[in-house]
């Protein structure tokens, strides 16, 4: 058995005692760090005066969860992967990895009739066996979900990396198709299953996919050209209130205002790198922190133009081209022209399919740019100012393009979002969105977009589906809110990241130059953080 030896004293500790030790200081530790968290919350009574309402309770099942986890880690799961490297003396080969033991094929069809039954089932679960342990059944589902899509993904592990990128177009094109038909075959009614397309297809495709086009674009900032942007979210509130004054100022049709809210916001761009074009770094970061500010702080108090506080109501809805409308008391509402059951869900649809247009435009524009001279000269930019101008390379022209590139789809983004919202207001472009969006341009690997596309989904959807955990109240009790929670997931996911894949989901990329033949530039080769 392995030991540990303290340099300090003369003392052997066994693993056993070590994760006991362990897994005490992480439940102390996260006792202090959720006290006040957790422990503690302040509400209001019937006499509107402010209460302290105690939860100790839920504090000692997270501390204890905490510790347990902590003590299996080190108890069992750090020996299991040190084993994981050590060869059979007798064959010379190296023990199965965990996966071929996890995903079996017995338990991967198990999951499938569970799913299945579950899903057929669904309705009538409750009045059979209590709400209770239907709550139970729904997670137990949930989780045959999650293990039957994982089986797929490491049989066919191999067909999904040669093909990911086809295969993820292919995924999003159809999503909300294949929503609906398995809303409707749920319910046995495609009305039923259209109108239930709304939450998934707004919050889970919509929502991820603006994520993605705005990290995408603060990708050619800090991922291509290394200047860290802390107030990207300023681009953002430029388009959104651009649309918004102009749309309901003027009643100019969003085709008209779509480019308008990118060309302002490109103008902004240009005007933020003609002061940093000297700064490096954290003084950078510093810099356009306050230009985020400065614009929320401007949104909020130039009021005879933007309302203030109270934010900007009645934004037009998008059309169709300006050949249909989404408004049920037009005459060519878009039902009314097909002869379609009237529905609010063909216009999250078509919004759903718009972003997604917006975001392979995005896609496209920087993968042609990084294969231009100006995207190899933010790529040297990136690597080594000094170098950068030794070469020739006019650096002012290269970060004012890289800023001005980055803050035009931050302002298509913002247009986008004032279009399906129809309410824009300063709260919503507050610097923990420009920190949600940096994070997941530093998560999914900087420079990679499938990287960065994937880490949306994972942090953006993920913070989503705690608001569908509504069973967990049956376990922390009915004052359980799962979805107050989640920026602590959300740290909590990245603090994992970070210590998994420190460059990001990506750990290698390609090269826009090479010679004869392209390699991919392992991680191991590459800065911190860059890819």
Known sequence: MAVTVSPERDTVASPMQRALREGFYAGAISL????????????????????????????????????????????????????????????????????????????????????????????SLPGWIGAEAAGYLQFLRALAIIYALACVIYYYRGFIHANFTKLGIAALVLYPILVIVVL??????????????????????????????????????????GLLDLGYVAFYAVGAYAYALLGTTYGLSFWILLPAAGAMAAFWGVLLGFPVLRLRGDYLAIVTLAFGEIIRLV?????????????????????????????????????????????????????????????????????????????????????????????????????????????????????????????????????????????????GGMGSLVGIAVAAMVMIGGTEALRELDFLKQVFGQDFTPELYRMLLFGMAMVIVMLWKPRGFVGSREPTAFLKERRAVSSSFTKEGHG
């Open 32 to 123: 202090g760090l959720f006290v006040l968290f957790i422990g503690l919350k302040t509400d209001q009574n019937i006499s509107n005066e402010l209460v302290l309402v105690k939860r100790w309770g839920l504090l000692a099942a997270v501390v204890i969860a905490t510790a347990i986890g902590r003590f299996l880690y080190v108890a069992y799961g750090q020996p299991f992967m040190a084993n994981q490297k050590i060869a059979d003396v007798a064959t010379g080969l190296l023990p199965a990895s965990a996966a071929s033991r996890f995903f079996l094929l017995p338990a991967f069809v198990v999951a499938i009739i569970a799913v299945v039954l579950l899903f057929v089932f669904n309705g």
């Open 184 to 225: 409707s075959l749920m319910s046995w009614s495609v009305a039923t299953g259209l109108q239930g397309s709304l939450k998934w297809v707004d919050n889970f495709g919509i929502q991820i996919l603006i994520y993605v086009m705005l990290a995408w674009g603060l990708n050619i900032v800090v991922g291509l050209a």
């Open 299 to 443: 949104l909020i108090n130039w009021r005879d133009v933007t309302n203030g506080s109270a934010g900007i109501s009645g934004i037009p809805k998008v059309t169709f081209f300006g050949l249909m409308t989404f408004n049920v008391s037009d005459p060519n509402y878009i039902a009314k022209v097909l002869h379609l059951a009237t529905s609010s869900a063909y216009y999250k649809i078509f919004l759903y399919y718009l972003i997604l247009a917006l975001c392979m435009l995005t896609a496209f524009v920087t993968i042609r740019l990084r294969r231009m001279p100006v995207g190899r000269a933010w790529e040297a930019l990136r690597e080594d100012e000094i170098a950068c101008r030794s070469l020739g390379i006019n650096t002012t022209t290269t970060k004012l393009t890289a800023f001005a590139t980055g803050a035009m789809f931050g302002g298509f983004a913002g247009a986008f979002f004032a279009a399906r919202q129809g309410f824009v207001s300063p709260e919503s472009f507050v610097f923990l969105e420009s920190a949600i969006i940096l994070a997941i341009v530093v998560l």
